[in-house]
């Protein structure tokens, strides 16, 4: 088997702060042989391996404020300690730290799902007034702009709805999460994360193309000014 056959890119099939459902899908993955290699945008980029039955658990970073891709020391003890009871960190994305046990009678970790979703809320906050800015000015610099270039007037237009679009998806899954988290239900419930996989899968592709094109925006307005 080649190293290419041995890597296969998936993406995530629910928002991550749906953590049980990112842990359920990582073990049927490890189930069918495929074990986390690396984290990449939108998505967990497994190594084939032997399949086995092992358990995930994400873990809320202890420094998710500080929104850093390396592990900070805060973050290393957490890694240290756990591993002293089997678990290896394996993997960090956004708010989590992903954790791996291969022996199935390794003390479970301690979830504090009101906390992740406090987290997830003040992350959402954050994007919320990025993304208002960046539509902004980018609203702004296409009206003033707007007999500029065709291309333009379109694909910032489409791109800032296609944002606002994601955005209000993922408050909407925040909201159920929310909901389940409070009526005490969300900790006990059978995972199917295969029921919203694929339509999830489209609106993350979606928010791709918001990117994009907004980026496509913003590089033919440069452009258009330097020709000028």
């Known amino acids: 088997m ?3 056959e041995k890597l296969k890119v998936d993406c995530f099939p629910c928002f991550e702060d749906d953590v049980k459902a990112i842990e359920a899908w990582l073990e049927d993955m490890a189930a069918e042989g495929y074990r986390i290699d690396k984290v990449v945008t939108g ?3 497994f190594q084939k391996q032997k399949p086995a039955r092992v358990r995930y658990r994400l873990l809320l970073s202890p420094d998710y404020a ?3 891709r390396i ?8 890694i240290d300690l756990h591993a002293k009871s089997g678990w290896e960190c394996v993997a960090k994305r956004g708010n989590y730290l992903y954790f791996l046990a291969e022996d199935y009678t390794a003390p479970e970790l301690d979830q504090d799902f009101h906390v992740i979703l406090n987290a997830a809320k003040q992350k959402q906050k954050k994007w919320y007034i990025s993304d208002l800015l960046l539509c902004i000015f980018l609203l702004i610099v296409l009206v003033r702009n707007i007999s500029v270039m065709s291309f333009i007037d379109l694909v910032t237009p489409l791109g800032v709805l296609l944002l606002i679009l ?8 925040l909201a159920k999460l929310q909901s389940k988290i409070v009526a ?10 295969k029921s919203n996989a694929k339509k999830y899968k489209m609106i993350t592709g979606a928010g791709i193309l918001a990117i994009v094109l907004l980026w496509a ?3 033919g307005l440069l452009f258009v000014r330097i020709i000028q």
């Open 43 to 45: 998505g967990i980029r």
């Open 71 to 78: 592990i900070t020391e805060h973050e290393q003890q957490v």
């Open 217 to 219: 925006g913003v590089l």
């Open 184 to 193: 005490g239900v969300y900790e006990t419930e059978t995972v199917n994360w």
């Open 166 to 173: 994601l955005r209000a998806y993922h408050a909407k899954e």
């Open 2 to 4: 080649s190293q290419t």
């Open 66 to 68: 500080l929104n850093k």
